[in-house]
Every structure is written in structure tokens, then in C-alpha cells.
């Protein structure tokens, strides 16, 4: 068995990098990855919150009604109303009042991506963006980023099928809001979630960020399709117990 | 679509040090004082062992590359960002990126330093992962330095990866 060398390939959009790992590219899954980079930046043009002319900006605005904007809109509030009541309401699509999806837009583009090159026939490469990632078939292994030594690892998941998601203040210092309270969330320097579809381990990450420590782990305990693992501000680590079977031993 | 950031693959001991779960209480002090680089070089690319079983090591010996042992260095362009220039260098052995060095990046003020020290050992950590053997991605990594993966871009762009 001769393994062809793999397709990769890094795009900036969304104000990151996303970026792609085929291990069984054909020409047929290489179009489809133009095809999933298309993707990808017509998610940004209809939900960028950066983009003034955004369907989101301008639906924030009072410009457009729901109904006058992009189909997606819609499904991605419907989306977002889901998560908020998933997480007891520890997830919200108006952080800080202003609408803003981004907390399920990012992590459901990845796993759009990841799709398409699916529907291709690929079933096994991995799509990430902005350190969340999608991956299919395997086995991959994933490092998880130290928040606090930068250019470390804290823990190496390795399986199949698995969605990584990490929310953090280690980049972009405290970021996340608390929903209740309307201020940043410091509980955690990081919280892991992994799950097998990005879309929702992503946003569920964000919201479990904002809980703090041991809502979160208790939470996530509550819900077997993810497992999680925290860092405390002084370093320490605090797990869900199904994570150590997604911990790579090797 | 060809504008691949890494196009070939590596066995490299240098990142398996770089991602080493072992503590390492250098790290954050000590990296935003100089040049910051990620050597993955220490495995002779032309000599893939015969123990290595990894994907990437197969993938490493594809045909297609006359100039393959040729090792070159290639400065990416320097990218204004809004805390100042970031450029980077590029050490290539035939097609595979050996070592990536931060050669310039904004340094002026205490919160540029903040920035610095915990966004570029992680990028460089993320770009060189990529093509490692043994980390396919790096969860909680995000590009908040447009600079020096464009820079690092057009730096493979000019060496034709």
C-alpha cells in the first residue's frame, strides 16, 4: 500500500488561516477542495462581522429583515438559539449586545469544508481553522497548545473521526464573555472539547469557556458526545473521564 | 489552489522537541529577545531511516523533484501589521521546509513583546507542525499574526512551493 503524498493546502479567510490535510487526494477531492475554499470565503462575505456590508452586519443594523437575507442566516441563528439552550444559556449570538455569530460561524465552516471534500469520496483528511479542528478517517493525532508555555503542547489527542475545538485567552487575552455578566471570563486559561463535529464542539467550547472550571466539567460530564479537558490559571488540568480514551498513549 | 503552504513532508527530532510534552520553564522569557526559529533540519532528508514507519516518511520520497538535496534560503517579504513589520526566512532542503526563522517583527513596546512572545513560537509551531510526522494539527493555535503566515507565504511563493 503506497500512500500518495498529501494534499495540502492553507487559505486565509475569516481572519485566519484555515487550513487542509488530504491524505487521499484525487482529482475529484482536489476540486472539491476549490470548491470548499469558495465555501469558505462566502461564509465570510454573508456572516463577517468585520464586513460592514455583511447580511450579519446589516441584519445587526436594522438594515435587512431575516427574511431579506442569505437562506444560511437564518438556520445559523436557528443554530445559535439551539446551542444557548444546549448550554443553559452560557452561549449567546449577541456577545457584548451586538449580533454576532461567530462562536458557531467559525467551527461550522470548518465542518462544511470538511464535507464537501466527504461528498468528494475523501474520507480521510482533517480541516482546521483558527485551532479548531475537523477530522475524518485516521488515525490523526492532535496536539492541544499549552495556554500558558507557548510553542508547548498540554495533551495529544489522537483517533479517528474527532472535532477539537479550544477556547482560550493564551493569543487573544481575555475574549470571551460572559454572557450573564456581560464581562471577559478569566475561570480558565483553556478548555478542550472533543467531539465529532466541529460545528457544535466548537460553540459548545466557547459557552463552556465562559462557565468557569467546574460548571464546565460538570456540564460536559452531562453530555457523553463531547469530553473536555480544562487548564487553570496556574496550570493545573482537570478532565472528564471518557477523555482518556482519545489520549494519545504513543 | 497551488499556493500551498507546505508542500512536502518531514520526519524532523526538532519538532518532536519543539512540541515535547515535557516542561519547559524556558520557554516564555526566553523567545521574545531574539530570533525565533524552528529548526526541524536534524534528520538528513536525502537518508530517510529504515525504522520510520510514518506516512510522511513515504511521502517524503516522492519523484518529481530533480533538485531535491538542494538546500536554499528564502526571505518571505516583510508585512506591515498593525503593530509593525513581520518578516520571515525559509531554510529549504530540495522541497521541504526545514527550518522557518522569525528575522523581524515588531518590538517597540511592551504590550508588541506580550503579542510576540505568545503569537509567534505558536505559529511557527503550527506551520512546522504541519508537515510533522507525529502532530497533524494543533488545537487552540489560532493565526492572530496575519503577518507571518503572509510573509511565510510569499516566501513560498518565491521558492516555487
Redesign the interface.
Known amino acids: 500500500m503506497t500512500a500518495p503524498a498529501p494534499l495540502r493546502h492553507a487559505e486565509h479567510v475569516m481572519g485566519t488561516v484555515f487550513s487542509f490535510t488530504v491524505r487521499d487526494p484525487t482529482p475529484e477531492i482536489g476540486e472539491a477542495l476549490r470548491r470548499a475554499v469558495e465555501r469558505l470565503h462566502r461564509i465570510d462575505r454573508v456572516f463577517s462581522t468585520y464586513r460592514p456590508d455583511s447580511d450579519i452586519s446589516r441584519l445587526g443594523r436594522g438594515e435587512l429583515t431575516p427574511a431579506e437575507c442569505d437562506p444560511e442566516v437564518a438556520e445559523v441563528l436557528e443554530r445559535c438559539r439551539e446551542v444557548t439552550a444546549e448550554t443553559d444559556g452560557w452561549f449567546s449570538d449577541r456577545p457584548g449586545g451586538v449580533l454576532d455569530p461567530s462562536g458557531w460561524v467559525k467551527g461550522w465552516a470548518v465542518e462544511e469544508a470538511s464535507r464537501l471534500l466527504r461528498a468528494a469520496g475523501s474520507d480521510r483528511h482533517s480541516v482546521g481553522g483558527g485551532g479548531d479542528i475537523q477530522t475524518c478517517g485516521g488515525p490523526w493525532r492532535i496536539g492541544v497548545a499549552h495556554p500558558l508555555h507557548p510553542g508547548e503542547l498540554i495533551a495529544v489527542v489522537a483517533g479517528h473521526d474527532l472535532a477539537v475545538a479550544t477556547s482560550g485567552t493564551a493569543e487573544r487575552g481575555p475574549h470571551i464573555l460572559d454572557p450573564h455578566t456581560g464581562r471577559p471570563a478569566t475561570g480558565l486559561a483553556s478548555l478542550t472539547l472533543v467531539g465529532r463535529r466541529l460545528a457544535r464542539t466548537d460553540a459548545w467550547a466557547t459557552a463552556a469557556f465562559a462557565m468557569g472550571p467546574q460548571r464546565a466539567l460538570a456540564w460536559a460530564a452531562r453530555h457523553p458526545q463531547v469530553e473536555a479537558l480544562a487548564v487553570l490559571p496556574d496550570g493545573s488540568t482537570r478532565h472528564t473521564p471518557g477523555l482518556r480514551r482519545h489520549l494519545a498513549t504513543g | 489552489?497551488r499556493?500551498?503552504?507546505?508542500?512536502?513532508?518531514a520526519t524532523v527530532a526538532g519538532v518532536i522537541l519543539?512540541?515535547?510534552?515535557k516542561?519547559?520553564n524556558s520557554?516564555?522569557g526566553a523567545?521574545s529577545s531574539r530570533i525565533i526559529s524552528s529548526d526541524t533540519s536534524s534528520t538528513p532528508s536525502s537518508a530517510p531511516s529504515a525504522g520510520q514507519s510514518s506516512?510522511a516518511a513515504?511521502?517524503a520520497a516522492?519523484p518529481g523533484s530533480p533538485s531535491a538535496s538542494a538546500t536554499r534560503t528564502v526571505t518571505g517579504s516583510a508585512i506591515d501589521t498593525r503593530y509593525g513589520p513581520v518578516q520571515v526566512r525559509v531554510v529549504l532542503d530540495g522541497k521541504k521546509v526545514s527550518r522557518i526563522d522569525v528575522i523581524q517583527y515588531p518590538q517597540e513596546s511592551g504590550r508588541d513583546l506580550e503579542i510576540n512572545?505568545?503569537?509567534l513560537?505558536?505559529l511557527?509551531?503550527?506551520a512546522i507542525?504541519?508537515?510533522s510526522a507525529?502532530?497533524?494539527?494543533?488545537?487552540?493555535?489560532?493565526?492572530?499574526s496575519?503577518g507571518y503566515?503572509?510573509s511565510l507565504?510569499s516566501a513560498l511563493d518565491q521558492a516555487g512551493l
Open positions: 489552489m499556493r500551498a503552504i507546505v508542500a512536502g513532508t519543539l512540541l515535547s510534552l516542561p519547559h520557554g516564555a523567545v506516512p513515504s511521502a516522492s512572545s505568545y503569537a513560537p505558536q511557527n509551531q503550527e507542525a504541519a508537515q507525529q502532530i497533524d494539527a494543533v488545537s487552540g493555535a489560532t493565526y492572530t496575519d503566515t503572509r507565504q
